[in-house]
C-alpha cells in the first residue's frame, strides 16, 4: 500500500512527501526527520495511508458545553506555490 509521510510540526503547507514504495517511504522520513527538510517541523514525524478523493479541514469551537462547528475549508495550493 502506497504512504504517505508528514512532518507533524507546521511547515507551512509544505511538509508532505508522497513516496511510492517503500524504499521511497524509508528515504522520505530520513529527509524529514534527519535531513531536517522541513526544521523543526520534521522532528515527529507522521506516516499515513494514501487516500484518494478530496480532502476537507474542519474546525470547531467548543466552551465546554457547546461546540460550534464552522463551515468546511480545502486547501488547493500545489507543492511548489509560495
Partial sequence: DR???KASGLAAGKGVLLPT????T???VK???????FG???DICVIESFLV???????AFCDGKT???????QDH???LDD
Fill in 21 to 24: 514504495n517503500k524504499a521511497d
Fill in 3 to 5: 504512504q504517505v509521510v
Fill in 77 to 79: 495550493k500545489r507543492a
Fill in 31 to 37: 529527509e524529514i526527520m534527519s535531513d531536517k527538510a
Fill in 67 to 73: 461546540a460550534r462547528l464552522m463551515p468546511a475549508a
Fill in 40 to 42: 523543526n517541523a520534521g
Fill in 26 to 28: 524509508i528515504a522520505a
Fill in 53 to 59: 478523493g478530496p480532502e476537507a479541514s474542519c474546525l
